[in-house]
């Protein structure tokens, strides 16, 4: 293995990547996307792929940008939020969409990570989640053209459990606050969301980072052995981090 990750430029760190590709990618609203990358995946000009995420952005911002251009085929995700072209796109047909309970998908992505190929969790049970029925797919018109299927029940100690599969990606893009030149990476604060689990689930995992240092191995939050590429941004790209909703506190 390569003992230095570190990339000169975001097209280097984006080799490979083609249309119907496979995207993890961490953040969670806008708090430590990794928003240098997602611009450079936007400029590739890939289409087709699929994204799992906690949700897709923002209306203009993040995941949005690659939505918007109607780069994306399938989201896994946990909600859909306030983005309108999401629900917009989803609701008449052009979107896949497959959403499962925030914890399933954390555990989704570790666990392809750790090559646990599925597990049994008690989130869903009782709901289509589990019992089959939520709209994959949407016809044009609205109506439902492809359901999800139902999901194998098993009971532990008496409690019953639905079976979830892991998930592993082509790629996986996220952000960090500090890295090495070996690939391992420091979050900052909120930003140590779903970026850890991200970059544990993708084959190929590109990591922006705000600060390349040494690090002390206490402070690792995520080992290199994830992480294949990194790139380390500009002053100005690392301070340039969008707020989703700003509040004035009196």
Do not use: W
Request: charged share 20%; hydrophobic share 40%.
């Amino acid at each position: 293995m390569r003992g230095d990750k570190v990339v000169a430029t975001a097209g280097e760190a984006l080799a490979g990547v083609r249309d119907g590709a496979s995207f993890a990618v961490g953040g969670f609203g806008l708090s430590g996307i990794p928003s240098v990358l997602i611009r450079a995946l936007h400029a590739t000009g890939v289409s087709g792929i699929s994204v799992v995420s906690n949700n897709c952005g923002v209306d203009g911002g993040g995941l949005g940008v690659l939505l918007a251009a109607g780069r994306i085929a399938r989201v896994t995700a946990s909600y859909i939020g306030d983005n309108k072209e999401f629900a917009r796109q989803y609701l008449t047909g052009r979107l896949e969409v497959e959403l499962t309970p925030q914890g399933s998908l954390a555990e989704r992505l570790r666990a392809g990570g750790a090559g646990i190929p599925a597990f049994y969790t008690p989130a869903g049970v009782g709901t289509p989640v589990a019992e089959g029925g939520l709209p994959l797919r949407h016809h044009p018109d609205g109506s439902i053209d492809v359901a999800s299927p139902p999901k194998e029940i098993r009971e532990f100690d008496g409690r019953p459990y639905v079976l979830e599969h892991s998930i592993t990606t082509d790629f996986a893009l996220v952000r960090a606050a500090k890295g090495d030149r070996h690939g391992n990476l420091v979050f900052g604060k909120s930003a140590r969301n779903f970026n850890p689990l991200a970059a544990m689930a993708g084959r190929v995992t590109i990591a922006e980072v705000e600060e390349l240092t040494e690090l002390d191995p206490d402070e690792v939050h995520l080992p290199g052995v994830f992480v294949q590429r990194l790139l380390v941004l500009t002053p100005e790209q690392a301070a340039d981090k969008a707020v989703e909703k700003r509040t004035v506190a009196r």
